[in-house]
């Protein structure tokens, strides 16, 4: 039977998990500079004093929730760029990789559509534009490789439809809600159904 002390200590990490799921709802309904501490604390029914027992700041949150989720898509997206995929499952698994992510963390990509270019320019939150660099030079490199490799069309503008593809599958946590009709696997493959129809190289 686990100790008075050890129980705690595994609630500690539970509790601060859902501290920040809440603080993510609230940024991304509310906005980052209009969310105050009181207001996450109320939402999460307790008292402001008490949220800094956890988190010394507003601006730690944010950072934290972000952080996550951008770690955990980067672990999805490396492991698919280390598994030698040609160009175009390299782009489907990329597209499934980050519809998962939007259905793990929601509210974060919401917050990163509305704030991260503000944000991004503050030293805390410079690892932002650094993400950003990285994302854009993957999935051009995609793109260009499936040029150059016959698989898409020679004729395409990879910025712009790298600028496309972004937009449509980020601007999806608008409106995705986990749990929904349609899982987010199923979305991607409806989505890349329609995209590659578009980019693919026609028999």
Known sequence: MPTKKNSQVTA??????????????????????ATTVRRIADHAGMLAGSLYYHFDSKESMLEEILRTFLDELWDGYDAVLKAGLGPRETLEALVTESFREIDRHRAAVAIYQKESRQLAGQERFAFLAESQRRFEKTWLETLERGVAEGVFRDDLDV????????????????????????????????YLSMLLDGIAVRE
């Open 159 to 190: 910025r712009l439809t790298y600028r496309f593809v972004r937009d449509t599958v980020w601007v999806a946590a608008s409106w995705y809600r986990p749990g929904g009709q349609h899982s987010p696997e199923e979305i991607a493959r409806q």
């Open 12 to 33: 500690a990490p539970a509790r601060r998990g859902e501290l920040l799921a809440t603080a993510a709802e609230v940024f991304a309904e509310q906005g980052y500079k």
